[in-house]
């Protein structure tokens, strides 16, 4: 197993609901480290641009809708097989489907507010952080 980087976002059902330190610890207590964080509120177009891999599924519109409904917290995890590490972490997509213990099935309002994102592979994951952060706001 090598050490790796993965992309995570907290999304806006979330920070309205003021449960980010609750989530981070999850994170933490499975052994991520954050190595970048910010908190930020993103227009359509930003919203858009990155969700655009699901620019033909249905819930397009309604997923950018919902993403710039409020705040984001967006972080690059690093530790051992992260980008698996974190999906592990955040549960099944509908949280109806997470396992017990997950982000997702603790958390997630619904299938789409689902209180977090996470890189599906280590290549979208340097897509996905590469496209939020500067190098220089990564610190490990
Ligand atoms: P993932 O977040 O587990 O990788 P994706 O299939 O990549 O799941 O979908 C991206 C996001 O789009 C989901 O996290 C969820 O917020 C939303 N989403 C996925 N499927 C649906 C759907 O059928 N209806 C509404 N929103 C959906
Ligand atoms: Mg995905």
Redesign the pocket.
């Given at each position: 197993m090598a050490i790796e980087r993965t992309f995570s976002m907290i999304?806006p059902d979330a920070t309205k609901r003021n449960i980010t330190g609750k989530i981070i610890s999850k994170f933490e207590d499975a052994g991520l480290r954050i190595v970048a964080q910010k908190r930020v509120h993103w227009n359509k177009e930003q919203a858009g641009e990155f969700?655009a891999v699901?620019k033909e599924?249905p819930?397009y519109g309604?997923?950018v809708d919902?993403m710039i409904s409020g705040p984001i917290v967006m972080q690059v995890l690093e530790g051992e097989d992260a980008v698996a590490a974190n999906r592990k972490i955040?549960g099944?997509?509908n949280p109806e489907d997470a396992d017990a213990g997950t982000i997702r099935k603790e958390f997630a309002e619904s299938?789409?507010?689902?209180s977090v994102?996470?890189s599906?592979s280590p290549e979208n994951a340097a897509l996905e952080i590469a496209m939020c952060f500067d190098e220089s706001e990564i610190v490990g």
């Open positions: 999304k969700y699901h599924r819930f309604e997923l919902f955040m099944a997509t299938l789409e507010a689902n994102h996470g599906d």
